[in-house]
């Protein structure tokens, strides 16, 4: 069963005993346990009815109590466990009794970030109840997702609104649903059409502007711009483990870009290849061409390096991250020479 299926069982009142929810996407993930919870337990028979769990703080022994309760002055009790990633392969054994033949009267509902699903656990479970994955969206998902939620506000964009919003915003959808409520309370009840001026005057910049502008002024060789940047990351809350992650991520991104340059694939290809939204290919494009093969395996060496220096503590996280970023510059001007 996948997300749109078990939001179609609930709404239409066929609520499975046991319910497995997992994946990345905490953010729809969390959307679909309101929505099952909505759907078990009334609000009203909350109190004596719904009981929420930890694997991380919670026996087994406790969840097994409450699901083994018949509900109180109500058709169904709801029992959520939370982190079941935490459980042992001796908890999920004890667990599987249960698992094996459930109460009719009793949801129950785990939640876990990541799951192995050849395991014998995850196999019964199937057999007796649903388990069903929450995908971090893609970029090119982001765009739909919005004016999906902007409909459901009574908004609309303009093409080039939805771009600059996307642009802005990222993929946390946490953050997605933040900004979009915030421009649509801008706009009011009267304005129904979400235009460029409206995203612009609302919708705040997230880190990934800043990492497209970091990863720029390393490529044009602009120091003083990029430890600035990197200053100002730190500033807005950004780790520094956090920073060197995004950058990881956003130079592997582009060594794909290069690589696919390099063998002549097209934009159109890339974008599908690489799992860029077409509004960031451009750049994406642009910043890839400033690096070569050489310069992307010293930078991914730097990558390595920095990361055990962070972790280790050997000194101040901000001066090794100015450090970094230094080296970093030096390999674009060491590119840009070459050419």
């Not at 050997?314 to 050419?339: E, N, P, W």
């Amino acid at each position: 069963m996948n997300a749109t299926e078990l939001s179609r069982s609930v709404a239409a009142g066929k609520l499975p005993p046991l319910i497995f929810l997992y994946g990345e996407e905490a953010f729809l993930l969390q959307e679909a346990l309101t929505e099952v919870c909505n759907a078990a337990v009334a609000p009203a028979d909350r109190d004596f009815n719904l009981d929420q769990f930890s694997a991380q703080d919670d026996s087994v022994d406790e969840v097994l109590e409450a699901a083994y309760s018949y509900p109180v002055f109500a058709p169904r009790r709801c029992v959520i466990v939370r982190q079941a990633q935490a459980f042992n392969a001796a908890q999920y054994e004890q667990l599987l009794q249960y698992v094996k033949k459930p109460l009719d009267s009793t949801c129950l509902v785990l939640c876990a970030e990541k799951i192995d699903k050849r395991k014998k656990f995850f196999t019964t479970f199937k057999k007796h109840g649903e388990l069903v994955e929450f995908k971090r969206l893609y970029p090119d998902k982001i765009p739909f997702f919005v004016e999906r939620r902007a409909a459901e506000r009574g908004k609309r964009f303009t093409a080039d609104g939805l771009n600059l919003f996307c642009h802005r915003v990222g993929t946390n959808l946490t953050e997605v649903i933040a900004e979009l409520d915030k421009l649509v309370s801008y706009c009011g009840t009267d304005e129904s059409i979400l235009d460029v001026a409206d995203v612009a005057a609302v919708v705040s910049d997230t880190c990934l502007d800043s990492i497209f502008d970091l990863t720029d002024a390393v490529g044009s060789g602009a120091l003083s711009k990029a430890l600035l940047l990197t200053e100002r990351l730190q500033q807005d809350g950004e780790h520094p483990l956090m920073i060197l992650a995004m950058l990881v991520r956003h130079f592997r991104q582009l060594w794909k870009v290069q690589a696919l340059l390099e063998s002549g694939a097209a934009q159109p290809e890339i974008c599908k290849r690489v799992g860029i939204n077409p509004y960031f290919a451009g750049k994406t494009i642009a910043q890839a061409r400033k690096f070569d093969t050489a310069a992307f395996v010293a930078i991914f060496e730097l990558f390595v390096e920095l990361d055990m220096d962070l972790k280790s503590g050997g000194g101040q996280a901000s001066s090794l991250m100015q450090q970094g970023i230094m080296r970093l510059v030096a390999f674009g001007d060491a590119v840009k020479g070459h050419y």
